[in-house]
């Protein structure tokens, strides 16, 4: 078994779509990113990387790279678990929690488990996310950033 961490940390931006786990949540303002600025699928790819000893994210997926602009971090995602599949490992178990002050994250959780879940395929059952207000303090707390910590195992294949 391996495991390893993750974590990132997103500007919020008015005018973008907000992105967590995969899933499009209502709110004035969404993350800035290359990509579709999905801090909590960036955290849990960088801790599946770290468990495989495959360097982070940024490395294989440079924020150059117009292929990925604009792009479903899934999409980010099911090229981790390709690139674990490859070294033969799979993900068994994942938790995680986003630090927002708002809006509340947790009638998102269901979709959020089952999204990552079938892209990682495990069951939603072994994606735990939970979430954090930061008490009003700092820019997460003022609602001009989102963060996330993740925490990955694996296995053989
Ligand atoms: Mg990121």
């Known amino acids: ?13 008015a005018g973008r779509k907000l992105i967590l786990g995969g ?12 990509s579709d600025g999905d801090v909590l699928t960036h955290a849990i790819c960088d801790a ?5 000893g495959l ?3 940024g490395q294989h997926f440079p924020d150059t790279d117009p292929k990925w602009k604009g792009a479903s971090s899934l999409k980010l995602l099911a090229q981790v678990v390709e690139m674990l599949r490859a070294k033969g490992l799979r993900p068994t178990q994942v938790d ?34 939970k ?3 930061t008490e009003g303090l700092e820019a997460l707390g003022r609602g001009e950033a989102m963060a996330a910590q993740a925490i990955a195992l694996l296995e053989s294949a």
């Open 131 to 133: 979430a954090k207000t």
């Open 48 to 52: 599946l990387l770290g468990a495989a």
């Open 1 to 13: 078994m391996r495991v390893g961490i993750g974590y990132d940390y997103h500007r919020l931006e």
């Open 96 to 129: 995680s929690v986003v630090l927002a002050e708002e809006p509340k994250l947790a009638p998102h959780f269901v979709r959020m488990r089952e999204t990552l879940a079938r892209v990682l395929g495990v069951e939603p059952a072994e994606v735990n996310v």
């Open 23 to 34: 899933v499009e949540i209502p709110h004035s303002k969404g993350l800035a990113g290359h």
């Open 55 to 57: 360097g982070d994210l």
